[in-house]
């Protein structure tokens, strides 16, 4: 097995170059690239990661600990974050949580205990009162939508904007009698679901549109939850002449849209033509459903590398303890067949 330095010497290059192709450094010229990885392949030239990591005092290994790893977003965004952090020289380990604020916790607690250089935390449960827990010498980014009165470091999304686009969108299409599922207004708290009330809720104002009560539909987000909670809006709501109580459905999330275009369907209804339904998150499969989804579309990958910096410059002692940031991800409107007539 041939050492960096024979691998140097194959390709006619430095130790330098030799090191940056390794690390997947950017600026390396891909015919430069193409001339070490054959080297490396020729020599049969492994990188000792576990005593690299050692030298650095480090594993190289980050965890993302989600809610649930068989959701499509999650699915989506751990894609991302392997990918990213593999460019930059580090693995990423998956954790789930449950959704439960023990396991939430403990995954801080198990990110130190298994020598995880940081750890990423889409958060749910987790609220103000935790803020103190999330901060220190441990490296820690949370995901999530909940604010906090002391600086952590946070990466979020405009919730409140895309409901309101989406809202918006339907608007333009014509519709009157607009449902969001998947969101809570009136319970005191600030996360997912009453944000994305909240932005329905302005679009709607600000069209002179009077909201329904039941209109405005709690769903837990799994496939499950959101069947039951399209079924109970459409039986609270009732129906008249054969036609659906609604003509536009918001939707929490991509998951709640596919499960409300079941329902839609099982009851008779066709989407577009009856009832116009947009999603959030658009996850890859939202341009593969019949009819292809409608959705907010959350800058996944801005998000994604906003985080990576928090942690790796955390991990790496490249900024200052007391220097917490704040990342809120755009939003834009991905308009497909669910709301073209």
Same mark, same amino acid.
């Given at each position: +097995?041939?050492?960096?330095?024979?691998?140097?010497?194959?390709?006619?290059? =430095?130790?330098?170059?030799?090191?940056?192709?390794?690390?997947?450094?950017?600026?390396?010229?891909?015919?430069?690239?193409?001339?070490?990885?054959?080297?490396?392949?020729?020599?049969?030239? $492994?990188?000792?990661?576990?005593?690299?990591?050692?030298? &650095?005092?480090?594993?190289?290994?980050?965890? %993302?600990?989600?809610?649930?790893?068989?959701?499509?977003?999650? !699915?989506? *965004?751990?894609?991302?974050?392997?990918?990213?952090?593999?460019?930059?020289?580090?693995?990423?380990?998956?954790? &789930?949580?449950?959704?439960?604020?023990?396991?939430?916790? #403990?995954?801080?607690?198990?990110?130190?205990?298994?020598?995880?250089?940081?750890?990423?935390?889409?958060?749910?449960?987790?609220?103000?009162?935790?803020?103190?827990?999330?901060?220190?010498?441990?490296?820690?980014?949370?995901?999530? /939508?909940?604010?906090?009165?002391?600086?952590?470091? $946070?990466?979020? +999304?405009?919730?409140?904007? @895309?409901? #309101?686009?989406?809202?918006? $969108?339907?608007? #333009?299409?014509?519709?009157?009698?607009?449902?969001?599922?998947? @969101?809570?207004?009136?319970?005191?708290?600030?996360?997912?679901?009453?944000?994305?009330?909240?932005?329905?809720?302005?679009?709607?104002?600000?069209?002179? *549109?009077?909201?329904?009560? %039941?209109?405005?539909?709690?769903?837990?987000?799994?496939? /499950? @939850?959101?069947? /039951?909670?399209? =079924?109970?809006?459409?039986?609270?709501?009732?129906?008249?002449?054969?036609?659906?109580?609604?003509?536009?459905?918001?939707?929490?999330?991509?998951?709640?849209?596919?499960?409300?275009?079941?329902?839609?369907?099982?009851?008779?209804?066709?989407?577009?033509?009856?009832?116009?339904?947009? !999603?959030?998150?658009?996850?890859?499969?939202?341009?593969?459903?019949?009819?292809? %989804?409608?959705?907010?579309?959350?800058?996944?990958?801005?998000?994604?590398?906003?985080?990576?910096? +928090?942690?790796?410059?955390?991990?790496? @002692?490249?900024?200052?303890?007391?220097?917490?940031?704040?990342?809120?991800?755009?939003?834009?409107?991905?308009?497909?067949?669910?709301?073209?007539?």
């Amino acid at each position: +097995m041939g050492t960096m330095q024979d691998v140097a010497r194959h390709a006619g290059v =430095s130790v330098m170059t030799v090191s940056n192709v390794i690390n997947g450094h950017p600026h390396v010229r891909e015919s430069t690239r193409q001339k070490v990885l054959a080297a490396i392949a020729e020599l049969d030239y $492994h990188v000792n990661t576990a005593a690299r990591n050692l030298r &650095q005092g480090r594993t190289g290994v980050i965890c %993302l600990a989600v809610p649930d790893i068989d959701r499509p977003y999650f !699915g989506l *965004l751990a894609t991302l974050l392997i990918e990213r952090a593999s460019a930059r020289g580090y693995e990423l380990v998956v954790e &789930q949580t449950s959704a439960r604020r023990d396991r939430e916790l #403990d995954s801080i607690t198990r990110s130190r205990l298994r020598s995880y250089d940081g750890v990423m935390l889409s958060s749910v449960q987790l609220h103000d009162d935790d803020a103190t827990l999330l901060r220190g010498d441990f490296p820690l980014v949370v995901f999530g /939508e909940r604010p906090f009165s002391i600086p952590i470091d $946070h990466v979020a +999304m405009a919730n409140e904007r @895309g409901t #309101d686009l989406a809202t918006q $969108h339907l608007i #333009d299409q014509g519709c009157t009698r607009i449902a969001i599922i998947g @969101g809570q207004v009136g319970t005191g708290e600030i996360d997912v679901s009453t944000l994305r009330a909240q932005g329905y809720l302005t679009a709607m104002e600000r069209a002179g *549109l009077t909201v329904n009560p %039941l209109w405005v539909h709690h769903a837990d987000y799994s496939f /499950e @939850g959101s069947l /039951e909670s399209t =079924s109970r809006l459409l039986d609270e709501l009732g129906s008249e002449g054969g036609r659906p109580p609604v003509d536009g459905l918001v939707c929490a999330t991509d998951l709640i849209a596919v499960s409300a275009i079941r329902v839609l369907r099982d009851r008779g209804f066709s989407v577009p033509e009856d009832v116009l339904v947009v !999603g959030f998150d658009d996850v890859p499969l939202a341009q593969f459903l019949t009819p292809s %989804l409608s959705a907010v579309r959350p800058d996944h990958e801005g998000m994604v590398d906003a985080a990576l910096d +928090m942690l790796i410059e955390r991990i790496e @002692g490249r900024r200052d303890p007391d220097d917490y940031r704040t990342f809120i991800g755009d939003v834009t409107l991905v308009q497909r067949e669910s709301t073209r007539r």
